[in-house]
């Protein structure tokens, strides 16, 4: 099948070039022409791994094209996928100007009946709203086609991308037309070999199931986070008590790791968005506001426990910082808790000293702070480790580099790397979330 994707971030990039490897023709729209340059290359904006080789090779095999040219990209297909982003404002609700664009710029080179591919995450009714904008477009332009509306929601988790796309739990799509029901029988064919994966339901179930999903996640994540809070309280390894209730079925071990909060380009949009519905629903989301205060709370935990160990006093510390990007096997930075955490620390006197293999923040901290090339150079002559991301990389470190490169041999841990008793035989201080107090 033919298939037009606008927006070529993160989601739009992933689901054309997937699309494009299982045999579509797949051409991908963004008004950015610089980026759509470097596409045409193979030169990918973002870190995922195993797209780029994707990306090339659905290009050499002509399957894969990109264009900043909405008459091009309108003519190439009538299915339409939209994945532009929607970003929050500052009150929380999701920023919609994008998917305006969107409407005003196709309407003008529709030359043929439409399905429009909801792929962005929105709130519940923008399909609605997509569907009443583009019809009073088409009248006013004199235009006397159809335009169909769907959600089809994105479960992509960065890092893994491309094998949750192929390899999907299932298929959500919100349909009021059941005509179209083979159009996307046809696109999704490659997934479905095994059994049926395509689960339809109507447009505006599937808009909720999107936020309904990263809000359970999101809430596993600050559960965990709090009790944890209590571990440390009790001198309990928190760990022991994760092992514990994640081998209970109904629970279930995902997304039951204590950190320093959740971050990225999902959970902390979509939470704010979903409690904007609830809000505009004149309901009370007693449940998700207190997600958000643990979530808030967890970002700023270590930096407590860092300012308790050095009495309150940072001023002139070297603090080194492992992980910079919201998660492992990315490089985005959106919403990182390692940005709170380093304004934070900044603000109290302290230097930083940053290592990440993919991230940076340079754009963001100029002064008392400093990138390195390695783990063990940021951690020169620091006098405190903090870690932020679980990088592969850093939980193989041997205990006595910590001793040989660090002025005073202290690690606050984020994502529970290190093994309390193991760093405490090496005569390290060491502070995790919810490990108990610290041995050393």
Not at 73 to 101: E, H, Q, W, Y
Not at 114 to 131: A, L, Q
Not at 180 to 196: A, S, T
Request: aromatic share 10%; charged share 25%.
């Amino acid at each position: 099948m033919k298939i037009t994707i606008v927006g070529t971030g993160y989601v739009g990039l992933v689901t054309g070039a997937c699309l494009a490897d299982v045999g579509h023709d797949v051409m991908c729209l963004d008004i950015n022409t610089k980026k759509i340059q470097n596409l045409k290359k193979g030169s990918i904006p973002i870190y995922e791994e195993g797209l780029e080789k994707i990306v090339k090779n659905n290009i050499d095999k002509k399957k894969l094209s990109f264009s900043s040219s909405y008459s091009e990209a309108c003519k190439f297909s009538d299915i339409i996928f939209i994945a532009v982003d929607t970003p929050p404002k500052k009150n929380g609700d999701a920023d919609l100007s994008r998917i305006d664009d969107f409407c005003n710029s196709i309407v003008p080179h529709m030359k043929s009946d439409k399905i429009f591919i909801e792929k962005s995450t929105v709130p519940v009714g923008t399909s609605d709203y997509i569907y009443k904008k583009t019809n009073k477009l088409l009248k006013d332009n004199n235009k006397n086609y159809s335009v169909i509306v769907v959600s089809n929601p994105e479960f992509l988790k960065e890092g893994t991308a491309i094998d949750d796309f192929m390899k999907p739990d299932r298929i959500i799509v919100g349909i009021d037309n059941q005509e179209v029901k083979p159009v996307f029988d046809e696109i999704y064919k490659p997934f479905n070999r095994k059994y049926n994966k395509i689960l339809y339901m109507s447009i505006r179930a599937a808009e909720l199931t999107k936020y309904a999903s990263n809000a359970l996640l999101a809430t596993k994540i600050s559960f965990i986070n709090e009790i944890s809070l209590l571990a440390d309280k009790l001198n309990i390894d928190i760990d022991e008590v994760r092992n514990g209730i994640g081998l209970d079925k109904r629970i279930g071990p995902e997304f039951l790791y204590p950190g320093c909060g959740y971050g990225g380009s999902c959970f902390p949009k979509d939470i704010s968005a979903l409690r904007s519905m609830f809000k505009i629903s004149r309901t009370k989301s007693m449940l998700l506001d207190a997600v958000k205060t643990v979530n808030d709370n967890q970002k700023v935990y270590l930096i407590k426990k860092i300012s308790k160990h050095f009495k309150n006093n940072l001023k002139n510390k070297t603090i080194a910082v492992w992980g910079l990007t919201f998660k492992p096997k990315t490089d985005d930075i959106r919403f990182a808790p390692s940005i709170d955490m380093i304004t934070k620390l900044i603000l109290m006197g302290a230097k930083i000293q940053a290592y990440d293999p993919i991230g940076s923040l340079k754009h963001i901290f100029k002064k008392n702070y400093s990138e390195h090339n390695t783990g063990l150079q940021a951690l020169k002559n620091s006098s405190a480790l903090l870690i932020c991301t679980e990088w592969k990389e850093f939980w193989s470190l041997n205990p006595k580099d910590f001793n040989k490169h660090m002025k005073e041999s202290c690690i606050f841990d984020g994502r529970n790397i290190y093994s309390p008793s193991k760093m405490s035989e090496h005569g390290i201080i060491y502070y995790g979330i919810g490990r108990g107090h610290n041995k050393s």
